[in-house]
């Protein structure tokens, strides 16, 4: 029988109001259970939504992970991870080369025509992607 204790500590609410899917905590906490995780390592976690899977691998496996997202800001997801606590870290704009910009910008589809114009609304300062480095300390 599956053991999901680490899942069980926490808080049903805070995880309803987070989710954005399936439960994200419940998953990462399966997958882990058969993957063997040290302090040393660092996780990306791309498309972290509200972060909850970063929260649990750094609270309880204490990896350094790289929560990055498009539509939740790092602002918040700072704010949400120093409530779980979750209180060493940093945060960075996200370097882009400018082949994959190019890429993406040339693509037909209506999201990279939005893009094109949030460049030129923001004097092509405009970038898409921040991330958050956490660790529990
Ligand atoms: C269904 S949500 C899942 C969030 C989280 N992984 C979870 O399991 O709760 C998908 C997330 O992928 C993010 N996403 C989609 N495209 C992205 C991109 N190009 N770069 C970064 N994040 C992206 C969205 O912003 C959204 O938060």
Do not use: H
């Not at 309803?16 to 259970?33: R, V």
């Not at 993957?35 to 496996?61: H, N, P, Q, W």
């Not at 539509?71 to 979750?86: C, E, S």
């Not at 209180?87 to 094109?116: G, R, V, Y």
């Amino acid at each position: 029988m599956d053991n999901y204790q680490r899942t069980e500590k926490y808080d049903k609410c805070f995880l309803s109001q987070n989710f954005m899917g399936p439960n994200a905590i419940l998953m990462i906490d399966e997958i882990t259970q058969s993957v063997e995780l040290t302090k040393e390592m660092r996780v990306l976690d791309l498309g972290c939504g509200m972060g909850l899977t970063s929260i649990f691998l750094a609270k309880e496996y204490g990896v350094q992970t790289f929560a990055v997202d498009l539509w939740i800001t790092a602002t918040d997801n700072y704010k949400r991870f120093l409530q779980m606590g979750v209180d060493d870290f940093s945060i960075m704009e996200m370097d882009c080369t400018d082949t994959a910009w190019s890429d993406w910008l040339a693509a037909d589809n209506p999201i990279a025509k939005q893009d094109i114009d949030m460049i030129k609304a923001d004097n092509g300062k405009y970038l898409n992607l921040i991330s958050i480095t956490g660790k529990r300390k």
